[in-house]
């Protein structure tokens, strides 16, 4: 070798990369390993094709020659039972061929061919075939099976026996049977596998269970060379077949069967084997590259991951991946570095709840403010109309049966007013006006008093009220006001009409009550939202949203929750959920037996 060839190669080898160097070495290795293997893999294939389809036709042989031999042994048996009996003696002695016919015929199959000829071979009855004189006869009625071909006919196969009368030898008498489709159809119902039947008669091809396409193609075929014990194979009408010729006992004309079992199916295997080669090969050079970079990130992308990491850290990402956990200096890094990334994503989201937190305050404040003006403004005209209202009262009829209304448009200014001083203290819990609450004589009266408007808007209402809710410790008018906000939401989510659904419900926790409506639901991108201050998809002034903030925050005084579910286009469930409180027995007699569900519509 001159000196010159390796610090050539080394010199190139330095001008490469590591990811470079290994994909040519895997991409060597790939191809001189997958290759060859994949070769070897289809030439195995095919010859197990091979071997296979010569199992199957040596089975199917032995069948085939088992069904020869027994078929002729039954030929045999009704021709010595014919030429025995008394009756064709008497019929031969007479010359009566008719009667001799009717004798042979009797007791067997429509398919079945009988004969009868004298010495001279002169054929008495059944078809004309040419059978020799009484020398050769002789020779050939030894019980025998005979095949006789047949011009313009299917060939013949004749059990022959010698017939005798008291005066000698007068002839032969035989029982046979055409060889034809309807015989090779019947010989396959014997042979196990796949195989089709071709038969042969001299060498002339007589019929097939092949298809007709293949049957006339191999008419084309000179099958005169094709011998006995024969084993080959041959392309027909497009598919592969593994051969075999057998060749059937017989005196007479030789009888060949030729067996055909298709391996098309099985040689495309070694076939695909073959195509995807060049196929494999690229998959093997892929596969290289795909290596040299396996190798190529372990060894230099933990350092670009770092890299990467930081980067983003600076961004104010704090997920970005790291490289895995290692013995060695690249792993004491990444461990310093994650410490340093969760203390900074610690510390900033420290500083992002303070800055919530304080925004929130901001929101309240901001509510106080508002609520306070609000309340100036609002309480002077609810305390005039409360004083006509009373003054209306005291002038009215005690027995004016709209007296009722009266009363709870008093009852109702009242709550507005209690409404307005409590708006700053949402978020605290209720307990210094709690006291034992029946959620469905509530729910009954949120509904009482929504009816005319619910009536209005074309809002059929359904109530289900589970009997024997037990009472909860709640504000009453919280409680109330919470569910007079679901209802007023459900009534503007349903400008044209709808169904509003109200239920309650109790299990071993809390006590449960419903509000779900069929209007236009709520978007995923506003459900978060919707429990915010001033946050409404109401349009134009219609809501300040306030309403669910503030029911919200009286659920939560209660150490309750809302649940809300929505799909747009199919409606809105807010489930308000409160947890249950142990009563005194004397709070509980006589209220299991009032609550009853009840249909409003």
Do not use: C, N, Y
């Given at each position: 070798m001159p000196r010159w060839t390796l610090p050539r190669f080394s010199s190139l080898s330095r001008g490469l990369s590591l990811r470079t160097k290994v994909f040519f070495l895997f991409a060597g290795a790939a191809l001189l390993i997958v290759v060859p293997t994949l070769v070897l893999i289809a030439r195995a294939v095919e010859a197990r094709v091979y071997e296979r389809a010569v199992g199957e036709l040596a089975r199917a042989d032995t069948a085939l020659a088992s069904n020869w031999r027994d078929r002729g042994e039954v030929l045999l048996y009704d021709a010595i039972a014919r030429a025995v009996a008394p009756e064709l003696r008497e019929a031969w002695l007479e010359g009566d061929e008719r009667r001799m016919g009717r004798v042979l015929r009797s007791r067997l199959d429509r398919d079945r061919i009988v004969l009868a000829a004298d010495t001279a071979g002169n054929v008495l009855v059944g078809p004309e075939v040419e059978i020799g004189a009484l020398d050769s006869l002789r020779t050939a009625a030894d019980g025998t099976?005979?095949?006789?071909?047949?011009?313009?006919?299917?060939?013949?196969?004749?059990?022959?026996?010698?017939?005798?009368?008291?005066?000698?030898?007068?002839?032969?008498?035989?029982?046979?049977?055409?060889?034809?489709?309807?015989?090779?159809?019947?010989?396959?119902?014997?042979?196990?596998?796949?195989?089709?039947?071709?038969?042969?008669?001299?060498?002339?091809?007589?019929?097939?269970?092949?298809?007709?396409?293949?049957?006339?193609?191999?008419?084309?075929?000179?099958?005169?060379?094709?011998?006995?014990?024969?084993?080959?194979?041959?392309?027909?009408g497009g598919d592969s077949y593994q051969f075999m010729a057998v060749s059937l006992p017989t005196h007479g004309t030789a009888v060949t069967v030729l067996l055909f079992r298709p391996i098309t199916n099985e040689l495309r295997i070694a076939t695909g084997i073959r195509s995807s080669l060049l196929g494999v090969g690229f998959a093997a050079l892929i596969l290289a590259l795909v290596l040299a970079l396996v190798v190529a990130r372990i060894v230099s992308r933990p350092a670009q991951v770092l890299v990467e990491a930081s980067s983003r850290l600076a961004r104010g990402d704090y997920r970005a991946p790291l490289p895995p956990p290692s013995g060695d200096e690249i792993g004491v890094l990444t461990r310093a570095f994650a410490e340093m990334r969760s203390a900074i994503a610690e510390r900033e989201a420290r500083l992002r709840s303070a800055q919530a937190e304080m925004i929130h305050r901001e929101k309240l404040a901001a509510m106080g403010r508002l609520v306070a003006q609000l309340s100036h403004e609002i309480n002077n005209p609810i305390y005039n109309i409360q004083n006509c209202l009373e003054a209306l009262e005291r002038r009215g009829d005690p027995n004016d049966p709209n007296r009722e209304f009266l009363l709870l448009a008093q009852e109702e200014l009242s709550r507005m007013a209690a409404l307005t001083r409590r708006m700053l203290e949402h978020s605290r819990p209720l307990s210094d006006a709690a006291a034992p609450l029946k959620l469905n004589t509530t729910v009954q009266r949120v509904l009482a008093l929504a009816a005319p408007e619910l009536a209005d808007r074309g809002v059929k209402v359904e109530a289900w009220l589970e009997r024997r809710l037990p009472p909860v410790v709640a504000h009453p008018d919280a409680i109330q006001q919470v569910l007079a906000n679901l209802v007023n939401n459900a009534m503007d989510a349903m400008p044209g009409g709808g169904v509003l659904r109200v239920s309650t419900r109790v299990d071993a926790d809390a006590v449960e009550v419903s509000v779900e409506d069929t209007g236009s639901g709520i978007t995923e991108e506003q459900l978060p939202h919707i429990f915010e201050a001033f946050y409404t998809t109401k349009p134009g002034v219609r809501g300040l949203g306030l309403g669910l903030f503030v029911s919200e925050g009286i659920i939560r005084g209660h150490r309750g929750r809302i649940v809300v579910e929505s799909r747009p286009g199919e409606g809105s469930r807010f489930t308000v959920r409160l947890p249950r409180e142990t009563l005194d027995e004397t709070l509980a007699v006589g209220e299991r037996e009032e609550e009853a569900s009840a249909v409003v519509g």
């Open positions: 099976v005979v095949t006789f071909p047949q011009e313009g006919g299917a060939p013949i196969r004749l059990a022959l026996w010698v017939a005798a009368t008291d005066s000698g030898v007068a002839g032969v008498v035989g029982v046979g049977t055409r060889l034809g489709a309807s015989a090779l159809r019947d010989w396959k119902k014997d042979v196990t596998g796949p195989a089709d039947i071709a038969l042969m008669v001299g060498d002339s091809l007589i019929a097939s269970t092949l298809p007709d396409s293949v049957h006339e193609e191999l008419l084309e075929r000179d099958l005169g060379r094709v011998r006995a014990g024969s084993i080959g194979r041959e392309k027909l």
